[in-house]
């Protein structure tokens, strides 16, 4: 039971506080807003970033950091446009998405362990490369029609009330419980949180530091196509622009989540709480109606404050880093 | 291999060299270019102005270069500022606002400047004084400036937000003596900011700063004043680019104005030899990084490939010019140039 009360859960606890808080609020203001459909619409309309957001979060968690997400989920969107109109039946598609994805991710983690040079930039030149390649695929918007795709999209589960999970947010559930596993339950895991607390400790300690590296950001990669490839199938069409600046988006949902920049301390559930955060906000000011779409931003930066200055108070109060 | 390292020849003295690279992926570009495509470096004057390919250049890399060289002292510090395209959209809209609301245009540039100094002074409040890390506390700007840049859209209707103002537009596309004006601005900042720099003891501490603050704490440098008025800087000359991009367009467009000229910026720092570990500023390199990341772009557009492949060959390269800067790498192309000779 203290275990549940340990103080690196702080963070965590306090993101979904504020989740249940302005879902409530919500509720108060707009008649059905406090309803398992409003909930479910979030999860699934959110559901790419937030499994983008997954990804993000082991990087981040390592103490890097990944730019190319949004270009990722670009580029496997045309490529599934793409290879549908050739034929390719989406389900082996998104098997090769994947695996580019996983490839892809590792290249960059292996780039930035031997070249050591700071993720920052690795994946800033993978953005632009991923972008690059959407513009060679194709430079039109195609759509995608494949009766899976259609059948895909078919796949419900009612929750309780009138609300239903969309197939997009099971994929995405399902995902965060492989990543929760991963994070938590393996050898793998605990390595990156080692690697992102302190590289030489974890270097001392016996972590394989250029295998952790590429793991975390092949992690990040097939996890970005996994975004693409849900995002792709819940648009039903591939768009060479398609993503563009989704990783900001990503990072904000990984920090809103409760997990540090500096790497070593978060959760990966939290991350899921801190997209469904910023999916929340702008559903909130769509339901309103005359707010203006820039009301969104500056919302999602003043939470993004609120949270940083939060985090920044608890580390500070209760030595959350020690 | 100490001693192997103690006795180069030139020839790899000038290999292992810092500046070098930059300077020679530029030359490099502008060769293949000018094979390319024969009147590459043809210059011409048509109507009162110079024209020409190496004009281009120099023209369209003004804004990532302005936006650059604060980067620069920013990244001097170990710091990093995400914001810089939201505050060029900032200003810009301020432009815009102000201009219709009937200023004198002298005193809207200012306005302009203004907002981009107060957008500065946030984020080095936040990176100094609570001591937020860099990457997360200019992200929050980067995630709501260009909203910001909206709602100042918004003040005045918001339906137009094009103008018309000969002063502003002067600046950024007219000419004195058949040079455009944006170059002179340009100058101007860059000599401005090499001499606070340069000739004050602003720079020796921007440095020491980013290579250790505490130290330099314990050495009588204010680390949390200078860090501060690094962002200042910083904000202020991504105010300028703002400027210089929205009177060029004559409208404010807060969505896509400037848009991923902060990875832009960052880059040309880091080409020019910037490390983002901090501890050192390299003013003229970083101009220097800002005309490759343009060159590219304008020989990838003269030699006739479609513009998509543009993203491509700028990536690699990024990764070749990265390469050939990483101690690693170098290590191993030396020794394996050691072991041939």
Same mark, same amino acid.
């Given at each position: 039971?203290?275990?549940?009360?340990?103080?690196?859960?702080?963070?965590?606890?306090?993101?979904?506080?504020?989740?249940?808080?302005i879902?409530?609020?919500?509720?108060?203001?707009?008649?059905n807003?406090?309803?398992s459909?409003?909930?479910?619409?979030?999860?699934a309309?959110?559901?790419f970033?937030?499994?983008?957001?997954?990804?993000?979060?082991?990087?981040?968690? %390592?103490?890097?950091i990944?730019?190319?997400?949004? %270009?990722?989920?670009?580029?496997?969107?045309v490529?599934?446009?793409?290879?549908?109109?050739?034929?390719?039946?989406?389900?082996?598609?998104?098997?090769?998405?994947?695996?580019?994805?996983?490839g892809f991710?590792?290249?960059?983690?292996?780039?930035?362990?031997?070249?050591?040079?700071?993720?920052?930039i690795?994946?800033?030149?993978?953005?632009f490369?991923?972008?690059?390649?959407c513009?060679?695929v194709?430079?039109?918007?195609?759509?995608?029609?494949?009766?899976?795709?259609?059948?895909?999209?078919?796949?419900?589960?009612g929750?309780?009330?009138?609300?239903?999970?969309?197939?997009?947010?099971?994929?995405?559930?399902? %995902?965060?419980?492989?990543?929760?596993?991963i994070?938590?339950?393996?050898r793998?895991g605990?390595?990156?949180?080692?690697?992102?607390?302190?590289?030489?400790?974890?270097?001392?300690?016996?972590?394989?530091?250029k295998?952790?590296?590429?793991?975390?950001?092949?992690?990040?990669?097939?996890?970005?196509?996994?975004a693409?490839?849900v995002?792709?199938?819940?648009?039903?069409?591939?768009?060479?622009?398609?993503?563009?600046?989704?990783?900001?988006?990503a990072?904000? %949902?990984?920090?809103?989540?409760?997990?540090?920049?500096?790497?070593g301390?978060?959760?990966?559930?939290g991350?899921?709480?801190?997209?469904?955060?910023?999916?929340?906000?702008?559903t909130?000011i769509?339901?309103?109606?005359?707010?203006?779409?820039?009301?969104?931003?500056?919302?999602?930066?003043?939470?993004?404050?609120?949270?940083?200055?939060?985090?920044?108070?608890?580390?500070?109060f209760?030595?959350?880093?020690? | 291999?100490?001693?192997?390292m103690?006795?180069?020849?030139?020839?790899?003295?000038?290999?292992?060299?810092?500046?070098?690279?930059?300077?020679?992926?530029?030359?490099?570009i502008?060769?293949?270019?000018?094979?390319?495509?024969?009147?590459?470096f043809?210059?011409?004057?048509?109507?009162?102005?110079?024209?020409?390919?190496l004009?281009?250049?120099?023209?369209?890399?003004?804004p990532?270069?302005?936006?650059?060289?604060?980067m620069?002292?920013v990244?001097?510090?170990?710091?990093?500022?995400?914001?810089?395209?939201?505050?060029?959209?900032?200003?810009?809209?301020?432009?815009?606002?102000?201009i219709?609301?009937?200023d004198?245009?002298g005193?809207?540039?200012?306005?302009?400047?203004?907002?981009?100094i107060?957008c500065?002074?946030?984020?080095?409040?936040?990176?100094?004084?609570l001591?937020?890390?860099?990457?997360?506390?200019?992200?929050?700007?980067?995630?709501?400036?260009?909203?910001i840049?909206m709602?100042?859209?918004?003040?005045?209707?918001?339906?137009?937000?094009?103008?018309?103002?000969?002063f502003l537009?002067?600046?950024?596309?007219?000419?004195?003596?058949?040079?455009p004006?944006?170059?002179?601005?340009?100058?101007?900042?860059?000599?401005?900011?090499?001499l606070?720099?340069?000739?004050?003891?602003?720079?020796?501490?921007?440095?020491?700063?980013?290579?250790?603050?505490?130290?330099?704490?314990?050495?009588?440098?204010?680390?949390?004043?200078?860090?501060?008025?690094?962002?200042?800087?910083?904000g202020?000359?991504?105010?300028?680019?703002?400027?210089?991009?929205?009177a060029?367009?004559?409208?404010?467009d807060?969505?896509?104005?400037?848009?991923?000229?902060?990875?832009?910026?960052i880059?040309?720092?880091?080409?020019?030899g910037?490390?983002?570990?901090?501890g050192?500023?390299?003013?003229?390199?970083?101009?220097?990084?800002?005309?490759?990341?343009?060159?590219?772009?304008?020989?990838?557009?003269?030699?006739?490939l479609?513009p998509?492949?543009?993203?491509?060959?700028?990536?690699?390269?990024?990764?070749?010019?990265?390469v050939?800067?990483?101690?690693?790498?170098?290590?191993?192309?030396?020794?394996?140039?050691?072991?041939?000779?």
């Amino acid at each position: 039971m203290s275990a549940l009360f340990n103080k690196k859960y702080l963070p965590f606890y306090a993101t979904v506080l504020v989740f249940v808080a302005i879902f409530l609020i919500g509720g108060g203001i707009y008649k059905n807003f406090l309803s398992s459909r409003v909930f479910g619409n979030i999860l699934a309309d959110n559901s790419f970033i937030i499994i983008a957001a997954i990804g993000a979060t082991f990087v981040i968690l %390592s103490g890097g950091i990944d730019l190319s997400i949004g %270009s990722m989920i670009g580029f496997v969107g045309v490529c599934m446009a793409v290879l549908d109109s050739m034929g390719w039946n989406p389900l082996a598609t998104s098997l090769v998405m994947l695996a580019f994805g996983f490839g892809f991710g590792a290249f960059q983690g292996w780039v930035i362990d031997e070249l050591d040079i700071q993720p920052f930039i690795i994946t800033l030149a993978g953005l632009f490369l991923l972008r690059g390649m959407c513009f060679m695929v194709t430079i039109n918007s195609v759509p995608i029609n494949h009766e899976w795709a259609d059948l895909y999209s078919d796949i419900k589960v009612g929750l309780p009330g009138k609300g239903i999970l969309r197939s997009s947010a099971l994929v995405m559930l399902a %995902s965060l419980a492989v990543a929760i596993f991963i994070a938590h339950f393996t050898r793998f895991g605990a390595n990156v949180y080692a690697l992102g607390g302190d590289k030489e400790s974890a270097r001392l300690m016996g972590v394989n530091i250029k295998r952790t590296t590429v793991l975390v950001y092949a992690t990040g990669g097939i996890y970005s196509a996994l975004a693409g490839v849900v995002y792709a199938l819940y648009t039903k069409s591939g768009y060479p622009l398609a993503g563009s600046t989704l990783e900001l988006a990503a990072i904000a %949902s990984v920090v809103l989540g409760g997990t540090l920049l500096s790497g070593g301390v978060g959760t990966v559930a939290g991350t899921l709480f801190g997209g469904m955060i910023l999916g929340l906000i702008s559903t909130l000011i769509i339901f309103n109606g005359s707010l203006n779409s820039a009301w969104i931003l500056i919302v999602s930066g003043i939470m993004l404050f609120g949270f940083i200055v939060m985090h920044r108070f608890l580390v500070g109060f209760f030595g959350i880093r020690d | 291999m100490a001693d192997k390292m103690t006795e180069l020849s030139p020839l790899r003295r000038i290999l292992g060299g810092r500046a070098i690279w930059p300077l020679l992926a530029l030359a490099a570009i502008l060769v293949v270019a000018g094979s390319v495509s024969p009147n590459f470096f043809d210059i011409r004057i048509v109507e009162g102005r110079l024209f020409g390919n190496l004009i281009d250049i120099l023209y369209r890399a003004v804004p990532t270069a302005m936006v650059a060289l604060g980067m620069a002292v920013v990244i001097g510090t170990k710091g990093i500022d995400l914001s810089v395209g939201a505050i060029a959209a900032v200003s810009g809209a301020v432009i815009a606002w102000r201009i219709q609301a009937g200023d004198p245009h002298g005193i809207v540039l200012i306005y302009a400047l203004l907002a981009a100094i107060a957008c500065g002074v946030w984020n080095g409040a936040l990176v100094a004084f609570l001591g937020i890390q860099p990457i997360v506390a200019t992200l929050i700007l980067m995630v709501s400036g260009r909203g910001i840049g909206m709602l100042i859209n918004l003040i005045y209707g918001g339906t137009d937000p094009s103008f018309q103002s000969p002063f502003l537009q002067g600046l950024s596309t007219g000419s004195i003596f058949y040079i455009p004006t944006r170059l002179f601005v340009f100058a101007g900042l860059f000599i401005a900011l090499w001499l606070l720099i340069r000739r004050t003891a602003l720079g020796l501490f921007v440095e020491a700063t980013g290579a250790n603050a505490g130290t330099s704490n314990l050495a009588g440098v204010n680390a949390r004043l200078i860090t501060f008025t690094a962002y200042v800087i910083c904000g202020l000359m991504a105010g300028w680019a703002g400027v210089i991009l929205t009177a060029d367009t004559h409208t404010s467009d807060p969505v896509s104005v400037a848009l991923y000229i902060e990875l832009d910026a960052i880059l040309a720092v880091v080409i020019g030899g910037g490390s983002l570990a901090g501890g050192r500023i390299y003013l003229g390199m970083t101009v220097i990084g800002a005309l490759v990341i343009q060159a590219l772009t304008t020989a990838t557009l003269i030699s006739g490939l479609p513009p998509e492949y543009n993203l491509i060959i700028k990536a690699l390269v990024v990764l070749f010019v990265l390469v050939l800067q990483s101690e690693n790498a170098r290590r191993g192309i030396m020794s394996k140039l050691g072991r041939k000779s």
